[in-house]
C-alpha cells in the first residue's frame, strides 16, 4: 500500500480487500460533502504514521449502496474499523485526528 493513498473500495471489492486485513479502517465519504473532505484530509495524514500496520480504504456513500445497507450507513463521514474481517468500531459524523487516533490505537489491542 502507498502511504498517504487510501485504496478506493467498490461494492464488488469490499470484501476481498478489507476482510482479509488484520485491522482496517473504512471512510464512507460523498465528494460534495465539505465535512467528509476534512475528515479524509485528517485520515490521510493519519495513515503516514499508521499505513504499515492497517490498511486504509475509502468508499463512496452514493455509488455503493449495497456496503451502505449492509453496514447501515446512515451519514457521512462514517468510520468503520474491522478486525480479521469482523466490524468492531465505528465513527460518524464530525471527527476530530486525536479521536481516530484513539481509536486505532484501541483497536489494534483487541484479541480477536
Known sequence: MQSGH???????IFKKNVLGKQLALVEFTQDESGLCYIVGKIIRKIERDYGKEIGFFQIDFSEN?????EFRISRVPTIL???NGDLIDRLVGTISENEIISRIDSNMKIQS
Open 6 to 12: 487510501m485504496n478506493k473500495l467498490t461494492d464488488d
Open 65 to 69: 449502496k449495497k456496503s451502505v445497507n
Open 81 to 83: 474499523f474491522f478486525k
